[in-house]
């Protein structure tokens, strides 16, 4: 097994785009098709908001550069055929994040981009209820107001995926992404997506992807760099007044907590009562597992803790809020896979006296 690293930087995302009917059917349309277009600057987020176009053509203007310019533009482009082949294969590789189309009338070859890349990235709002446009291809709605308008346009990021194939997250350096069912997930709240990420994987050489997946079950990949491999903690050492308890774990007994006055089978960490802990040292390290070396008279602890640790049977042990899970890596498949054992939070991990206990989790606890 090999422990690769990776880094994810965000960047900036693809911006939706309105695409405006400006054929000689919709021409008594236009106050009402800018009226909309002004609405969505007022209704969206400057980092939401749209690029514009215009059927039959291919260029697309920021939203704010087409309202100061939008009666020459449309003095320019009025009249154009009801096609949208011109914009969608301007776009080549690069995919927008929506490809609103409003119209008075069925787009001709609005049909033959179905099974396109990015067919499933279409909508179309009608200007008349009573004329059907997509005929059941793509999501289809009326221009009712502007706010109906913002929401078909800005579809919002609803997660952040990291994964390796043939990996299994196994550090990782912000609290706001969270290992689920083998990748690293971080959702809206997250705040910054930025992270680089250690993979336990069962190959010399692996590759990871990234997906920023938004509401509407579309996503654009993330771009995904090699990264340095972090030094290793520093191990600092236990006060004696907490050695009692570690020897009594690593012989298999409950430990006597001074801070409750109750008992605590081997590896729990946190008093009943959530109040105190037998480990005192250990709480600023906050969740996951801490690697512990303990001899006789003294014992040491990593001054890290990691979401996961690697077994001395090369299993994994994920923490969680509950117990901690197991994962096994199965070469015939090369991945891995969730035992239906549970894990245990005091593990020994080498003859030498090294462990490993699982510290009070948190749902998404990284490091």
């Known amino acids: 097994m090999n422990e690769t690293w990776f880094q994810l930087r965000s960047r900036s995302f693809p911006r939706p785009v309105v695409v405006l009917d400006v054929s000689a059917a919709a021409a008594a349309l236009w ?36 309202l100061k310019r939008a009666d020459e533009l449309i003095a320019v482009n009025r009249g154009r055929g009801r096609v949208i082949s011109p914009l969608l294969e301007s776009f080549g590789a690069h995919s927008p994040a929506r490809v609103v189309v409003i119209t008075t009338r069925p787009v001709i070859d609005l049909a033959d981009w179905r099974s396109s890349p990015n067919a499933g990235r279409i909508a179309v709002i009608r200007t008349d209820p009573t004329v059907p446009i997509a005929n059941g291809l793509y999501p289809e709605t009326d221009l009712a107001d502007v706010r109906a308008v913002a929401a078909v346009v800005h579809q919002p990021v609803a997660q952040i995926r990291l994964a390796v194939e043939g990996g299994l997250p196994v550090s990782w350096d912000i609290r706001s992404y969270r290992f689920e069912n083998g990748e690293l997930v971080a959702d809206p709240s997250a705040g910054s997506w930025d992270v680089r990420a250690g993979f ?62 109750q ?58 809020a509950d117990e901690p899970e197991l994962w096994a890596f199965d070469s015939d498949s090369n991945q891995w896979q969730k035992s239906d054992e549970p894990g245990r939070r005091f593990e020994r991990l080498s003859e030498d006296d090294e462990y490993a206990i699982a510290l009070p989790a948190a749902r998404g606890a990284g490091r």
């Open 31 to 66: 106050p009402v098709l800018h009226s909309t277009v002004e609405g969505l600057a007022e209704e969206l987020p400057a980092a939401a908001r749209p690029d514009v176009a215009f059927l039959g053509d291919s260029v697309r203007y920021p939203l704010d550069a087409f």
């Open 200 to 261: 336990l994987v069962g190959k010399e050489s692996a590759t990871a992807s990234a997906r920023l997946i938004r509401a509407d079950k579309t996503f654009d990949p993330l771009p995904v760099e090699n990264a340095e491999t972090p030094e290793e903690p520093q191990w600092l050492p236990f006060p004696p007044s907490e050695l009692t308890a570690l020897d009594a774990w690593r012989a298999g007994r409950s430990a006597h907590c001074r801070a409750c006055g």
């Open 263 to 320: 008992d605590h089978t081997p590896g729990v960490v946190a008093c009943s009562d959530e109040k105190g802990t037998i480990l005192p040292s250990t709480v600023r390290l906050g969740t996951g597992f801490v690697r512990v070396r303990v001899k006789m008279f003294k014992a040491d602890f990593a001054s890290t803790a990691r979401p996961t640790c690697l077994l001395s049977d090369g299993r994994v042990a994920v923490s969680t």
